[in-house]
C-alpha cells in the first residue's frame, strides 16, 4: 500500500502529464552558472513574480538536473538548478510561446521547454542568440518516471522527454580550436553537426568567418564548456 507522501508525489507528476498532454505547458529556469546559490534563489523568486505578471498561473516548483562531466576526471556528476513549469492557463498558444520566450531572454537563457496544444511534443526553443545551433528542436513527448542526461525532479518524482538538445547534439562534436587572429593567440570551441571529423580545411574556412585572415594552429574535440561561448559551424 503506498505511503501518503507516495501518493502526493504521483499525483504531481499526473497532473503535470495531463497538463502535458493538453499542451500549454513550459519550463524554464532564472538559473545562471555564473551566479552564486543566493543569486539564483533571488533570480527564482522574481521570476515567480515575472510570471504572474505576463498574466499566467503560478508556476509549479520543480527540480532541473542534468549531466555535467569533469574535463580531468572525467566523473559525471548531476547538476541541480531550480526550474519552474508554467501553464498557459487561458492564454492563447501564440502568445503563451511568446511570453516563455520572452521570459528565457530575460534571464540569460539558453533555451526554453515548451508544449502547446496540437504540437506534437515539447520543443526546445532557442533564448539566446548562439546558444543552440537551432531555434527550434523537437525533443518528443513527456515520459514520466524516467532519468536521463536531462530530467527533471518534482516532489521525489522524475520525468524527461523522449530526446533532448544533449542526444542532438551528440551527432556531431564540439571542438577546441587554437588560432592566431591578428598577433593574438586565441582559443575557441566550435560545434560541427557532421558526423565525421572535419579536416583542417573546413575548420579554417569556418574560423575565418568569424575571424577573417585568422590560422588555425590545431583543434582537438572536447565536452562543451557551458561557460564559455560556443560558435557553430555553417553559419555565415
Do not use: C
Not at 14 to 37: I, P
Not at 47 to 64: C, E, F, M, Q, S
Not at 127 to 147: D, F, H, S, V
Not at 154 to 183: A, D, M
Amino acid at each position: 500500500m503506498k505511503s501518503f507522501n507516495e501518493f502526493i508525489q504521483e499525483s504531481s507528476l499526473t497532473r503535470l502529464k495531463s497538463k502535458s498532454d493538453k499542451g500549454g505547458m513550459a519550463v524554464l529556469s532564472g538559473s545562471r552558472a555564473d551566479k552564486s546559490a543566493k543569486e539564483n534563489k533571488a533570480r527564482a523568486k522574481q521570476l515567480d513574480k515575472d510570471i504572474r505578471g505576463k498574466g499566467l498561473p503560478g508556476a509549479t516548483k520543480v527540480t532541473g538536473r542534468y549531466d555535467e562531466k569533469d574535463k580531468k576526471t572525467g566523473k559525471v556528476t548531476k547538476v541541480k538548478e531550480r526550474s519552474h513549469v508554467v501553464t498557459s492557463g487561458k492564454m492563447g498558444k501564440r502568445k503563451f510561446k511568446k511570453a516563455v520566450k520572452a521570459l528565457g531572454k530575460k534571464y540569460d537563457q539558453d533555451a526554453v521547454i515548451t508544449q502547446t496544444k496540437g504540437g506534437g511534443g515539447a520543443t526546445l526553443k532557442r533564448t539566446r542568440k548562439g546558444a543552440l545551433p537551432k531555434r527550434n528542436i523537437p525533443i518528443g513527448k513527456m515520459r514520466p518516471g524516467r532519468t536521463g542526461e536531462m530530467d527533471t525532479k518534482v516532489k521525489g518524482k522524475t520525468f524527461t522527454y523522449e530526446s533532448s538538445y544533449l542526444r542532438v547534439q551528440q551527432r556531431g562534436r564540439t571542438f577546441s580550436i587554437v588560432l592566431n587572429w591578428k598577433g593574438r593567440l586565441l582559443n575557441t570551441q566550435m560545434f560541427f553537426p557532421q558526423f565525421t571529423r572535419p579536416t583542417k580545411e573546413q575548420v579554417s574556412l569556418e574560423i575565418n568567418k568569424v575571424y577573417p585572415g585568422a590560422m588555425v594552429y590545431y583543434y582537438n574535440p572536447i565536452d562543451k564548456d557551458p561557460t564559455q561561448p560556443l560558435v557553430f559551424a555553417g553559419r555565415s
